[in-house]
């Protein structure tokens, strides 16, 4: 769908000099899309579900779901923060029958916050095209309904941005990653929330994490979170850096870290968050998305982009950066997804994926001042409507994985007896 087909409904309200018009949402938060989420609970109701919103061919209706049968707090959790997501407006939820995941649950959670939904079982329904064809009338009949959404005004202090990286070299570290720092820096400084994760993208850099702690609470918050992410990575034998990483011209995990950690800027981290938990007020925050530490010998998660892009959705991102040295052509249900390079080639490469190219400060084209300036205004374009090169080309990937987390703080560790 064209921006100039998107569902405008009537407002009293007009924006003022750097704002946009987000769409309200009944718990009182702000969107930036205004889209129909179709949840599957099961994979055997994978079909069905991503088959109605094939059909549909709307760019604001989308699909997400659950595998497994069975249950899974972790992804139950993921599911319900994707449906209070401030992006989403009205929530179709399809199951098969016989799940643990219960369709008519998930649709009474998306009603509670405000949000229309409606749900169905497969063998209800009467099997593929019975139920194809009542999700088809479904998500029309939700459509409707969002017509009327209120539309309001928005600014760079309503939003909440995520980022991470990934397929990175060493212009992500000197460039790529140094672009959204500063950015983040700004963001921070106006008011707004921006999330950072990928701890196993910290290692090595321990005490540069701690000196970033807003308060003795959140450096104890982020010490139990980087020695957790330590014991993972040796528990799973394999630290987070790759052959390509290595081909890009990084040597070391510590390189990476480096490189990676940057992306958060300079300003007080406020503490952690697990996922599914939104920003309890705004500034800086370190996303945890690793197992904790009880359940690390069973249902190892698999980590990958789309992975990391979900958590940090979940925790309510509007929108997220993803940074990539080598290229990327991924995009996320939910919330746009802003593709940021800091090499030139691969900005030109690829440039019917990539949004930025922060290669220019490298090259010495554009200073780091006026390149965060025009990432502000990109962003700024992007929460307004503009669609971001993936959303141009239809990319909606997600990733909702087995996982073990708590729902609080991160606890310490035991003491080894």
Known sequence: MNPETQQQPHSKSSPAPGQWL?????QGKKGIRNK??????VECASFVAKEIVKRTDHQEVEVVGFQGCTDNEYAVRMLIALMRHPNVGAVLAVGLGCEYIQPQWLAEKAAAEGKPAEWFFIQDAGGTQKSIEKGLAAVKSLEKQLENTPRVPMGVADLVIGAECGGSDYTSGLAGNVLVGRFYDWLVDQGGTAIFEEIVEAIGLRDHLLARGADE??????ANTYDKALDYCKAVRQYSVSPGNFAGGLSTIEEKSMGAFIKSGSRPIQGVLKVGATPPHPGLWLLDTTPDPHWMNFGITNPNDNEGLMALIASGSHLTFLVTGRGSVVGSAVAPVIKITGNSDTYRHMSDDMDVDAGVMLRGACTQEDATARLVQLVAAVAG???????????????????YQEKDVVKPRKCDA
């Open 217 to 222: 609470a959140a450096r104890e918050a982020l």
């Open 36 to 41: 129909v989420l179709v949840i599957y609970t």
């Open 385 to 403: 409507g503009q669609l971001t090169k993936a959303e141009e080309q239809g990319h909606k990937e997600y990733y909702i994985p087995y996982k």
């Open 22 to 26: 987000g769409y309200a949402r009944a």
